[in-house]
């Protein structure tokens, strides 16, 4: 018997749409490039043009360096470039140092790579350190004797050794390999300095550059965690002193840190007590200038982490400094990798600057041996210029290649 009320129809369910299938085939060349650069009057115009720029400044630049250029100036001056004033009769002490951070890169490759045995792997690390061995390479070409070639040889062997014994070591040493770094650092410091050996006073060059960046490096980054942990403090205190120190810094040019840095460090210490040296000097104004921008960094980092994880971990029992260093603050600083290294690379390159001071880093030797008698005047500046460029370039592209390297191991971007 009807009466007159409706039945209530089931729908079906709709299946969940299949993900789509993005073709894995292999573009041609050709294909690519009608695709991309000539797939319309305006692109194909705008293609050759440029096309024609780039191919220019190639020939210029090759032109340059294997024709025009006279690299005599490099050659000749090759220690003063790499060293500065360093005592000649203390170089094996540069050795006995490289030998030692060889060491601690190798153990350290070694124990991350222990995982990774495949012909992949081998092909990955021989790509990310492909700019260091052609700025090596390089060099070695400017050298005119054998020795260094077969001292780098030398070194390159301690690196090798020590990767194979890296790679045998236990799980839990690969969690210790930031404070063998740290350690292997100060270890080639004392084996240049102590027993006699020359004071940071008498270093120059691409030393001098490379030594005040790892130093600027190390310590500006633990100064910028803290900073930027006593930003977001609930202490009122070390809130508006951690703001007022960043904001203070961060709105001064460094070079106008550095001149007062050079002239009044000295006197803030006791009655008594020597001036630091002017690399000292210059050292911890990098370190405080760029801690103050770590500091921005990492709390962004902080502000990235989610809310749920901190109350997650009030939730089983952490305290707040457990929660802050082991669920905040990594968290924080695996979102803010590309950063992090963008800030360590601006710090090696504003080492520069130290020659503002009367320090004499690479670009300044690169400056001072054209006052030599043989290379007055002859105009022979693009060539030193052109060779420390070369130098910053290789050593900043290799830590941007690191960064990578890193950010796709903790899968930064991904979720």
């Known amino acids: 018997m009807d009466l007159g009320l409706s039945r209530p129809t089931v729908e079906e369910p709709v299946p969940p749409p299949e993900p789509e299938r993005h073709d894995q085939r292999r573009v041609p060349p050709g294909e690519w490039v009608r695709d991309n650069l000539f797939n319309s009057v305006l692109n194909g115009i705008l293609t050759v043009v440029f096309g024609v720029i780039v191919v220019y400044a190639l020939f210029r630049a090759l032109r340059f360096v294997f024709v025009s250029a006279r690299w005599e100036v490099v050659e000749a001056n090759l220690t003063n470039l790499m060293v500065g004033l360093y005592p000649r009769s203390a170089l094996p002490r540069v050795w006995l140092a490289l030998g030692i951070l060889a060491v601690a890169a190798g153990l350290g490759a070694g124990a991350a790579s222990r995982r990774r045995r495949t012909s992949a792997s081998r092909l990955d690390a021989l790509k990310r350190s492909a700019p260091a061995l052609v700025g090596l390479l390089v060099i ?247 060779f420390a460029a070369f130098l910053y370039w290789v050593s900043c592209y290799s830590m941007s290649r690191a960064a990578q390297r890193l950010e796709r191991r903790l899968g930064v971007g991904e979720r």
Do not use: H
Request: proline share 6%; net charge positive; aromatic share 8%.
């Open 140 to 386: 070695l070409s400017f050298t005119r004797t054998p020795l260094p070639a077969l001292l780098t040889a030398a070194v390159l062997a301690v690196a090798g050794l020590s990767w194979l014994g890296g790679s045998r070591l236990p799980e839990r040493f690969s969690r210790r390999l930031p404070l063998v770094y740290v350690a292997a650092v100060f270890a080639a410091y004392l084996a240049m300095t102590a027993a006699g050996g020359p004071g940071i006073d008498r270093w120059g060059g691409f030393l001098l550059t490379t030594s005040v960046a790892v130093g600027g490096i190390v310590l500006s980054f633990p100064l910028g965690v803290l900073l930027g942990l006593g930003r977001r403090s609930s202490f009122p205190a070390v809130r508006t002193f951690c703001v007022g120190y960043i904001e203070i810094i961060r709105g001064v040019p460094l070079i106008t840190l550095l001149f007062i840095g050079s002239v009044t460090i000295g006197l803030f210490l006791p009655p008594g007590f020597n001036r630091p040296e002017l690399v000292t000097r210059g050292l911890v104004v990098i370190i405080l200038f760029t801690g103050a921008y770590l500091a921005e960094t990492v709390r962004g980092g902080l502000q990235s982490v989610p809310v749920g994880q901190t109350e997650a971990a009030k939730a089983i029992g952490l305290s707040p400094l457990k929660t802050t260093f082991l669920i905040v603050l990594p968290q924080a600083l695996r979102n803010v990798i590309p950063t992090l290294v963008g800030q360590f690379i601006s710090l090696f390159k504003d080492t520069s600057l130290l020659a503002i001071i009367g320090l004499i880093e690479l670009l300044g030797i690169a400056q001072a041996i054209l006052f030599q008698g043989d290379f007055r005047g002859q105009g022979l500046q693009g060539e030193t210029l052109a």
